[in-house]
């Protein structure tokens, strides 16, 4: 990659990363907001945000403080939102405002997402190290304002 292209794939970066932490702004959980995004080719496939399923209240957290067990990751609903258009992940980047934990990574996987850029370090890695146990790319790059 030349260093021009590699200067406008970090801006695009920066770009599909800002646009994910505002639709992280869309999830009615208190605990943390997380968005995704699904790219391919420049264009927007698919977007997402944690939050209960369809048709369940939107409230995230139980008495205690506590993330329901129900609640689903931005990067799910984003692939799955997927599954139900005209649209593959085949070849796509993920952009997402939180790293992967390991479910969301076998999801990515198996939708074939190539590539993974996230903004906030999750404090387990194992999603991350499957990522890249799979040959997928995975960046973590401080999103700049």
């Given at each position: 990659m030349s260093e021009n292209s590699i200067e406008k794939r970090q801006l695009l970066d920066q770009r599909y990363l800002r646009m994910a932490l505002v639709w992280a702004e869309n999830s009615y959980c208190q605990r943390r907001k997380v968005g995704a995004l699904v790219v391919k080719e420049k264009m927007?496939?698919?977007?997402?945000?944690?939050?209960?399923?369809?048709?369940?209240?939107?409230?995230?957290?139980?008495?205690?403080?506590?993330?329901?067990?129900?609640?689903?990751?931005?990067?799910?609903?984003?692939?799955?939102?997927?599954?139900?258009?005209?649209?593959?992940?085949?070849?796509?980047?993920?952009?997402?405002?939180?790293?992967?934990?390991?479910?969301?990574?076998?999801?990515?996987?198996?939708?074939?997402?190539?590539?993974?850029?996230?903004c906030e370090k999750y404090r387990l890695e194992d999603g991350v190290e499957l990522l890249r146990r799979a040959g997928i790319d995975v960046e973590y790059m401080e999103v700049k304002k």
């Open positions: 927007i496939i698919s977007d997402g945000y944690n939050g209960t399923p369809s048709g369940f209240e939107n409230i995230c957290e139980d008495e205690n403080g506590m993330t329901k067990p129900y609640v689903l990751h931005a990067e799910a609903n984003a692939i799955t939102k997927l599954a139900r258009s005209s649209n593959n992940s085949d070849g796509s980047t993920l952009y997402v405002t939180a790293s992967p934990c390991i479910e969301c990574a076998k999801l990515i996987i198996q939708a074939g997402i190539k590539r993974v850029v996230y």
